[in-house]
């Protein structure tokens, strides 16, 4: 099979990490891969915080925890206040990706009242950074969860620039289990048609 289609089929999210940290030419190599994503008009609005201080990942995963209670968040209650249930999967390496805010199409998505915005453009530098980790056989995972943690004031800690938004994170670390690539969930059917 080709070898990239095979990486894209063979890719898991992985939620259980060793704790070795990955090697740092790995890790330049996954987010060189994430800066070579398409770009609207190739702006390019991407911004990487790569965290793997321990301590502020932990710090980040109480928080958000703490935020998990809250009534307003009544679907995640369960896992705030499981004491196994990690936002973060003890992962070694987090990457936080943010977008510039000023970057943006000057045309509106059809049929709403929304502008292209950068989260696209992020979103597609994501499955990037997934991909090559998987080519690497390192486990990786996107979170949505973390923006419950950029609501917060200590997301300045994080040192983001003032002119990008922060949207997701992405989990890295070497598997911690077995992953069958035969048992992938099955995929969706009648969501193709052709018009020829």
């Given at each position: 099979m080709n070898q990239v289609l095979e990486t894209i089929k063979n890719r898991r999210s992985i939620r259980n990490?060793?704790?070795?940290?990955?090697?740092?030419?790995?890790?330049?190599a996954i987010i060189e891969a994430a800066t070579f994503a398409p770009s609207g008009h190739n702006?390019?609005?991407w911004?990487?915080?790569?965290?793997?201080?321990?301590?502020?990942?932990?710090?980040?995963?109480?928080?958000?925890?703490?935020?998990?209670?809250?009534?307003?968040?009544?679907?995640a209650n369960k896992m705030g206040e499981s004491a196994q249930y990690h936002v973060f999967h003890k992962?070694?390496?987090?990457?936080?990706?943010s977008g510039d805010k000023k970057a943006s199409s000057p045309l509106p998505l059809a049929?709403?009242?929304?502008?292209?915005?950068?989260?696209?453009?992020?979103?597609?530098?994501?499955?990037?950074?997934l991909l090559a980790a998987e080519s690497f056989g390192i486990g990786s995972c996107w979170l949505g969860l973390v923006n419950l943690f950029f609501e917060l004031p200590e997301v300045k800690k994080l040192n983001i620039p003032d002119?990008?938004?922060?949207?997701?994170?992405?989990?890295?670390?070497?598997?911690?289990?077995?992953?069958?690539?035969?048992?992938?969930?099955?995929?969706?059917?009648?969501?193709?048609?052709?018009i020829r």
């Open positions: 990490y060793s704790d070795k940290q990955i090697r740092e030419e790995e890790l330049k702006c390019q609005p911004y990487f915080t790569v965290i793997q201080n321990k301590k502020m990942i932990e710090i980040m995963n109480e928080k958000i925890k703490k935020q998990m209670l809250l009534p307003s968040y009544k679907w992962a070694p390496t987090v990457i936080v990706v049929g709403t009242d929304y502008y292209y915005t950068p989260l696209v453009d992020c979103a597609a530098a994501i499955e990037n950074m002119d990008y938004q922060p949207y997701f994170a992405v989990t890295l670390g070497y598997k911690n289990v077995v992953v069958s690539h035969q048992t992938a969930s099955k995929r969706r059917t009648g969501t193709v048609d052709y």
